[in-house]
């Protein structure tokens, strides 16, 4: 399970849990851009982020953006990748090139 959306001027991000995860990472950014990590959430935390800053500034709804999630699991003091989501993309809810009802070709 992975699912992304927006609420308002938030981007939700929520997951399943990894068995022996201890630690998952959100990433994400504006679409063209390097991801960057967002958020740290713990194994016991619930498997839900709410994003509302990209670049330490509110989300941009006129942009589209991009999030991952990689699950960790602590060994010997080492954090090692279990696993990681697939690339999740958005349209801006404000983005009008990406977002704006186009006719229909009927066939």
């Given at each position: 399970l992975f699912k992304v959306s927006q609420k308002g001027s938030k981007a939700v991000i929520a997951?399943?849990?990894v068995k022996g995860a201890?630690?998952?990472?959100?990433?994400?950014?504006?679409?063209?851009?390097?991801?960057?990590?967002?958020?740290t959430v713990n194994a016991g935390a619930p498997a839900t982020v709410n994003i509302t800053k990209l670049n330490g500034k509110k989300i941009n709804l006129k942009k589209n953006y991009k999030f991952y999630v990689v699950a960790?699991?602590?060994i010997n003091g080492k954090r090692v990748k279990l696993c990681k989501t697939m690339m999740a993309y958005i349209a801006g809810r404000k983005n009008t090139k990406y977002t704006k009802k186009k006719k229909c070709l009927s066939l």
């Open positions: 997951w399943g849990k201890d630690q998952y990472i959100v990433y994400g950014g504006y679409y063209g851009k390097k991801s960057k990590k967002l958020k960790y699991k602590n």
